[in-house]
């Protein structure tokens, strides 16, 4: 009985062993996954945007990672910021802002006619002195006083103005918008102006800025207001992940990628919900079967991702074989001495 005992025990490391080679095989030819990367260090990187200066990141990314000394101390350095109201003040009476606060100024200006009566009596005066204007910031104003009846599209007129003052605007985009305007092509002008709404009533006039920066066309400036409203920290995304990163439809698998900040959000885009060893058909069968708690799964599966790489692989499979043929031998010279006994 210990003879079978030592052989079956044998056989069984054996098949262990070759059972993990051929697990690590597989696992690199359909690889790679999320769970094998680090996390993203968000509150390092949250203290080094605020060290530089940048106290703007350094709140979106102590957000993100929910570091909360970072965002407190990045909280502390924003409201210091001294001069508010004159900031708004240069905001409102300008349409431009020095930071996201006079920035948030300027655009609710924009958002009642004061604005765009402001910007195109400026660009007028401009005109008749033989100065340089901007179309795009007339035709806009002139968009904003004909479309004048829903918030959102007011915020995405003073949006998209405030855009075309920071430079968030490509060429492209702006010339559509000039075309529209001039063919008083009205109803796609307010489908614009609707999305461009959206992304700044969600996200914020500053923030808003930014993402315009992600879209060319209409079609494009949809796509991104759809992600800005579906998706957690959105401006994280499109920043690592540019255009193709508005194209994520899967909250649950884009904030699995983002916690592993730019290399997760583009393995994401890469391999889709293959990114995911958890969502593969093994994985999730044995979730349901033998292993009834997900999250548990998710960290050792992660665990075993990150340390099962071919040295170790190699170095616990010759031993797992070794002791296994060693168990192998030891029963088989045991069965062959109890045999040379009994025929003598």
Same mark, same amino acid.
């Given at each position: 009985?210990?003879?079978l005992?030592?052989?079956?025990l044998? &056989? ?9 080679v051929?697990?690590?095989v597989?696992?690199d ?6 769970e094998a990367?680090?996390?993203?260090p ?10 530089a200066?940048?106290?703007h990141?350094? &709140? ?5 990672g ?14 210091a ?17 020095e $930071? ?9 200006? $924009?958002?009642?006619?004061f ?7 400026r ?11 901007d179309e795009?910031?007339?035709a806009?104003?002139?968009?904003? &006083? ?5 918030p ?6 003073a949006?998209?103005?405030a ?6 605007i ?5 010339g /559509? ?6 063919e008083?092509?009205w109803?796609?002008?307010a489908?614009m102006?609707? $999305?461009?709404?959206?992304v700044s ?6 923030q *808003? ?8 066309d209409?079609?494009e400036?949809a ?6 409203e579906?998706m957690?920290?959105?401006l994280?995304g499109?920043?690592?992940g540019?255009?193709?990163? *508005?194209?994520?439809n899967d909250?649950?698998l ?10 997760g ?10 990114a995911?060893?958890t969502?593969?058909?093994? &994985? ?5 079967s033998l292993?009834k708690?997900p999250?548990?799964?998710a ?17 616990v ?7 296994g043929?060693?168990?192998?031998? /030891? ?13 003598t």
């Open positions: 009985m210990k003879r005992l030592r052989r079956l044998g &056989i069984g490391l054996v098949v262990v062993a070759l059972a993990l051929g697990a690590k597989w696992l030819q359909d690889g790679p996954y999320l990367l680090p996390l993203f968000y509150c390092s990187t949250a203290n080094s945007a605020l060290a200066g940048d106290v990141d350094a &709140i979106m990314l102590a957000e993100a929910d570091c909360q000394p970072e965002l407190a101390e990045a909280k502390r350095e924003w409201d910021l001294g001069a508010r109201a004159r900031r708004c003040l240069t905001g409102v009476w300008t349409g431009r802002g $930071d996201a606060f006079g920035l948030g100024c300027a655009t609710l200006s $924009d958002v009642v006619v604005g765009d009566v402001r910007d195109l009596t660009q007028g005066i401009a005109w008749l002195r033989g100065e340089e204007t795009v910031l007339a806009l104003s002139a968009a904003g &006083i004909a479309l004048t009846f829903t959102q599209v007011d915020a995405g007129v949006l998209l103005k855009a075309r003052r920071a430079g968030a490509s060429e492209r985009f702006a /559509s918008l000039v075309k529209l305007v001039r008083r092509a109803r796609p002008l489908g102006m609707t $999305d461009a709404g959206r009533l969600e996200v914020g006039p500053a *808003a800025t930014r993402a315009l920066a992600y879209a060319d209409a079609a400036l796509t991104v207001a759809t992600f800005v579906r957690p920290r959105p994280l499109l920043r690592w540019g255009k193709g990163a *508005a194209r994520l909250p649950d884009y904030a699995a990628g983002l916690l592993r900040g730019p290399n959000v583009q393995l994401v885009m890469e391999r889709g919900a293959k995911l060893l969502r593969q058909p093994l &994985i999730v069968a044995a979730a349901k292993w708690n999250a548990a799964l960290a050792l599966v992660a665990f075993v991702l990150r340390w099962l790489t071919w040295p170790w692989v190699g170095a499979a010759g031993v797992l074989a070794l002791v043929l060693i168990y192998l031998r /030891s029963g088989r010279r045991r069965g062959r001495g109890r045999r040379t006994a009994a025929s």
